[in-house]
């Protein structure tokens, strides 16, 4: 139950950080404000369950 917090969390912050990324983005580039976002959202999912690994490990 633990991980599971722990990686919901991490989730959060981090997707939160890929819309504020995205909107950045959206404001030069707007065609590429899609991509950008779905990129770091896929990467923030993954990163944040590796994250998550190295918590538990300890």
Do not use: D, H, N
Request: net charge negative.
């Amino acid at each position: 139950m633990k991980l599971l917090a722990i990686y919901t969390l991490l989730v959060i912050v981090g997707e939160s950080a890929a819309v504020g990324l995205g909107e950045l983005v959206e404001l030069t580039y707007p065609g590429a404000s899609l991509l950008s976002f779905l990129g770091l959202f896929f990467l923030m999912l993954w990163v944040a369950w590796r994250v998550t690994l190295l918590i538990a490990r300890e």
